[in-house]
């Protein structure tokens, strides 16, 4: 199972939105629901921000939203702040019964 | 508070074993799956193997499959992972995780350290 492809990096200034993309086959994104976002900032545990595509777990801002338009995924970050700056990971179900993870994206706050 | 508490981890050479555990804490653990998620040093998360909550039903990435063997004690609230013939490439930090490949991810540890290396 290839890992899902995601940009290297992304970058915003403060206030500003970003859009980080995820992209992967009918097999997994394309095929399921069960697309998830997830925070992570180096040493720290990982941080669910997005689950089922579009669904916040309580807690999360409301800046952050999911969408998917058939094999990609994505993950919006609107009113960028500066604590928003971390790794950001897609992940997603996929027919094998197993779950693949993107290669990452870290989200640089200018 | 859910809490999930890693411990086992260390240096071990090629070939070698080495059991990960993680103590559950703030839920009813036997209701959910359960996960073990790496990252190896400079690289993205990669999904290792998930429990169902009764412990019947276990997964496991193409990677660790036929080394690895995922198992849990619901009377312990502990979830292991047996890592048999680690390879260099096992290098990682490990995470345990609530969730499963359909249930979201929603909690993970802090990570334990495991080293291959001779």
């Known amino acids: 199972q290839s890992a899902l492809t995601q940009p290297a990096s992304v970058s915003g200034s403060p206030g500003q939105s970003i859009t980080i993309s995820c992209t992967g086959t009918?097999?997994?994104?394309?095929?399921?629901?069960?697309v998830s976002w997830h925070q992570h900032h180096p040493g720290k545990a990982p941080k669910l921000m997005i689950y089922?595509?579009?669904n916040r777990p309580s807690g999360v801002p409301d800046r952050f939203s999911g969408s998917k338009s058939g094999n990609t995924a994505s993950l919006t970050i609107s009113g960028l702040q500066a604590e928003d700056e971390a790794d950001y990971y897609c992940s997603s179900y996929t027919s094998s019964s197993t779950l693949v993870f993107g290669g990452g994206t870290k989200l640089t706050v200018l | 508070e859910v809490q999930l508490l890693e411990s086992g981890g260390g240096l071990v050479q090629p070939g070698g074993s080495l059991r990960l555990s993680c103590a559950a804490s703030?839920?009813?653990?036997?209701?959910?799956?359960m996960s073990w998620v790496r990252q190896a040093p400079g690289k993205g998360l990669e999904w290792v193997s998930s429990?169902?909550?009764?412990?019947?039903?276990?997964y496991y990435a193409d990677s660790v499959k036929g080394r690895f063997t995922i198992s849990r004690d619901n009377s312990k609230n502990t979830l292991y992972v047996q890592m048999n013939s680690l390879r260099a490439e096992d290098t990682a930090i490990y995470y345990c995780a609530k969730g499963s490949m359909r249930q979201r991810l929603d909690y993970w540890g802090q990570g334990s350290l495991v080293i291959v290396s001779s």
């Open positions: 009918s097999s997994d994104v394309g095929g399921y629901n069960y």
């Open positions: 429990v169902s909550g009764g412990g019947g039903g276990t």
């Open positions: 089922e595509v579009s």
């Open positions: 703030g839920f009813t653990f036997s209701s959910y799956a």
